[in-house]
Every structure is written in C-alpha cells, then in structure tokens.
C-alpha cells in the first residue's frame, strides 16, 4: 500500500468544528437508542469471549485518557476501560478534551502534564503531534495486534515517517445511502448497485409521489461527502489523494467529471425534496427526519451519509432501522463502489508499560466486541466477529467497511485545510452550495473551488 494512502495534505490541520460536534452529538444519541441497558452494564461479550490478547499485571498503576466523547459514547468506551482495568488490575480515569483535540493536548503538553494516551479525531493532527515529536511508537504487542487484525490501509494511517504511531479504534462509513423501505416497495424499486441505477430509481420514486433525495444542503459538509464519493468511484484512489493534497487543481477534468455526474442528480430539480433551493435551506439533521419523520406521508424517500445516521434516525423518529429504514452502499459511478471514511486514532503520549497495553487491548477484537455490542461504534478490525453488533443494519455497514480492505479513503475535506475544507460560508462548503443552485455551471464551480483552494493550500 502506498504511503500516499494517508493522505499527503492530512499534515494540514482541520477543525473538528460543526461536522465534529453533529457526529459526536449523533453517536451519543445513537448509543443510548441501541444500547437499551443500563449504561453501568458491561454486556455479555467479554463474559461470553475468551480474551485473544495476553496483558500485563499493572495492579497499583494510573493511567489518564484523553477523547472528545461525552454522554453515552463516552459511557460506551468506559466499558472497555472497566474491562481493562479488570484484566490488568490498573486505574484509568478518562478525560474529555472538548472539541478541539490539538488545542487541549498542546496545552496539556507546554504544561508538562499530557495524558498517556489520547483519541485523535483528524489524520493531519495525528502527523502533527509525531512531527512534533509528541508521540510514542507502537510497542512490540500493540504492533502485533495492529498487523493481525487491521489492514494495511488502517496501518498507514496512523503511520508517520516509517514509524507506527496509533490504533483507528473507532471510525464512520461516509457511503451509505438510508431509504424509506415503505416507499421504495411502493415505487417497486431496490437497492441500487450503479449510479446510473440510482438515477433511473429516482425518477421512479418521484413519479411514484415522494421525492427521491433530501439533501442537508444547508451544511456544506454534506455536499463535499456527495463529491467524494462520486470522484473516489469515478476516478480512483490515486486522483483521489492528489486532489486532496492540492498536487492536482480543482480544474482538473477528473473534478468536472464528477461535478458533471453529481449535476445529474442536482440538476434534475424534482428528484431532491425542496428541490436545490429547499436542499439548501434543509441542514442534515432535517434532512433525515424528511425520509423517516412522517412514515405515511414522508417528504422524501432517501438520505444519503455516513452511519450516524442512524443515530437521528433512532433519536428524531419513529422508524425501526431494519424495519422501515434500511441503508446500503453508495452506488458504483464508473469503478468499484467507493468506501469513503473518517475515525478516531489511539495514540501515546506518555511511556509506559500501561499506555502500551491500553493500546495492544484496543487493537484486539476483545476491545471492539464489547464496543459494537453496545452499538453506536463502528470497528475497522476485520478480525471482529459482525455478531457483536446489535443489528443487521449494523452488522452490513461493518461488513462494507472491513470488506473494502485497503480500497478506501479517508474524508477529503477533513485533510484540506480548514479555511477549504472545513469552515462555514467559505471555501469548498461555499462552491458546492452554489452549485447545487446551479448545477450546470461545472467550469464555473471548479473555477470557484480552484480560486479557494489556491488560496487556502498557500496558507
């Protein structure tokens, strides 16, 4: 696997910002929804699983860490800490940094006090914080976990200069598109497996009298997850990690024929719920509950976006996801069916035999079995049996992501930098929103996004 898997622009930071605290906010919900037990019980996965990792005895050691989680997510990891600390005899206490992980650990850091190990939400922060030689490297046991049970892809990530530095414990499937199961079987259509599919579909759907998209236009965020996966699919991984690294222009004809594809959907104004100028005014959150809100009479018969979804879906409505709310892959444009990805990352701060054995605990299926028992947690350890997730909706977003192996990419505008990528009004976010009102005017957007890229990259 090259190198340039980790995104050669991912040393730019980009805020958490809005995007970051909607899927926090997201999974929270959605780990009370599929929990359904007290948030105090550890489930039956470790009882019923012998343990496949050996740790050490660490009776009488602390350890602090460090992640943006909070409510019933953080609930959710707490559980794999209490089973650490079971197996180990050590004491971890957990620390939410807020928002903004880099802020808090620099701060923790010029203090002389960082946290042994922290939860990384950005591939660019976690190259930061190496380049600055904040980081431990992967001890014998942690790499041995990593390479038996993550792909090469998942590897590399956390990967700077040669040097093995985290574990993606956790991570989102960008590729989804959510359906209304209602309304397809009313129109008499399926999942699609192409774009062409898709559109053909659509067109059903909305003759049949429920629009066929409702797009979350008022976060532009949503738009660049659009884009991203018709440009992975349609032209490739390596195109795909130039763009993002800027080594290529927003000009490039690759970019105008993905923007021409994703006109298609855009441009056929009946197909969205709204049409573009109500997208535009719909923020995702909205945009979901107008496919699943009303079940007799629902705005729109589809959503596209990553498996928080769920989470609005299981905390905004009354759909049962399984029952009439299903989700299947982004459709393939011209090449494969694209896997488009984002996550959180285990790294040491601190040395010590108790960091390193955290992070060999993490990188094992016994840590992730008793997560994605609890749900609202995606795993990328394809060692993992799917049995652990609550729900066969879960179970095939887990089976898509795994599957992929190396064949994905992590968030394109989480690796541009902020002022691009990753800020409200401006930017990427800006250029999209204008072409969804105009979706025909493909020069003139890649003129835009090239104009703010140019500008954001010398930055």
């Known amino acids: 696997m090259p190198t340039s898997l980790r995104g050669k622009g991912a040393g730019r930071l980009a805020s958490v910002g809005l995007r970051g605290a909607l899927v926090l906010a997201a999974v929270a919900a959605l780990a009370v929804t599929a929990v359904g037990r007290e948030e105090t019980d550890e489930g039956s996965w470790a009882k019923e699983h012998r343990p496949t990792v050996r740790l050490p005895s660490l009776k009488g050691e602390k350890l602090q860490v460090a992640a943006v989680w909070t409510g019933p997510e953080e609930a959710n990891f707490r559980r794999v ?26 701060s923790k850091v010029e203090g002389g006090k960082p946290p042994d190990v922290v939860m990384v939400p950005q591939v660019g922060v ?80 909305t003759d049949s009298g429920v629009p066929a998209v409702s797009v979350g236009g008022a976060d532009g965020w949503v738009l660049t997850d659009w ?7 349609q032209a490739g991984p390596d195109l795909y990690d130039k763009l993002a690294a800027h080594e290529i222009p927003w000009t490039h004809p690759s970019v105008g024929r993905a923007l021409k594809t994703l006109g298609e959907l855009f441009g056929e104004r009946r197909l969205l719920a709204g049409g573009p100028r109500g997208a535009l005014q719909t923020e995702f959150p909205a945009s979901v509950t107008k496919a699943f809100g009303d079940l007799a009479s629902p705005q729109a018969a589809s959503v596209f976006e990553a498996d928080f979804v769920g989470v609005n879906i299981a905390g905004d409505t009354n759909a049962r996801i399984g029952k009439e709310a299903k989700a299947y892959p982004f459709p393939a444009v011209d090449g494969e069916s694209p896997v488009v990805t ?20 993490l990188a094992s299926t016994d840590a992730a079995g008793i997560a994605a028992e609890a749900g609202g947690f995606l795993s990328p350890n394809r060692e993992l049996d799917l049995a652990a997730y609550p729900d066969a909706v879960q179970r095939r977003i887990a089976r898509a992501l795994v599957s992929a192996g190396d064949d994905f990419r992590f968030d394109m505008s989480d690796q541009a930098p902020a002022a691009f990528g990753g800020t409200k ?21 890649q003129q835009n996004l090239e104009a703010a890229a140019a500008k954001a990259y010398e930055k």
């Open 81 to 106: 800490l209490a089973e650490f600390e079971r197996r180990t005899g050590a004491t971890v206490e957990f620390v939410p940094t807020g928002d903004n992980v880099a802020t808090y650990i620099g």
């Open 126 to 205: 976690v190259e930061q914080f190496a380049a600055k030689g904040w980081l431990k490297p992967l001890g014998p046991q942690a790499r041995q976990q990593l390479e038996k049970n993550f792909s090469r892809g998942w590897q590399d990530l956390a990967t700077y200069e040669g040097t093995r530095y985290g574990v993606y414990y956790k991570v989102a499937n960008k590729s989804l598109i959510w359906y209304n199961t209602a309304a397809y079987r009313d129109a008499g259509v399926g999942e699609a497996k192409t774009w062409q599919q898709f559109l053909d579909d659509a067109r059903t759907l």
């Open 227 to 233: 884009f991203e996966n018709i440009y992975l699919s």
């Open 342 to 361: 984002a996550g959180d990352a285990a790294v040491v701060l601190r040395q010590s035999e108790g960091a390193q054995a955290l992070l060999t605990f």
């Open 425 to 445: 009004g401006q930017g990427e976010w800006k250029a999209l929103q204008d072409f969804l009102l105009k979706p025909h005017d493909v020069e003139g957007a």
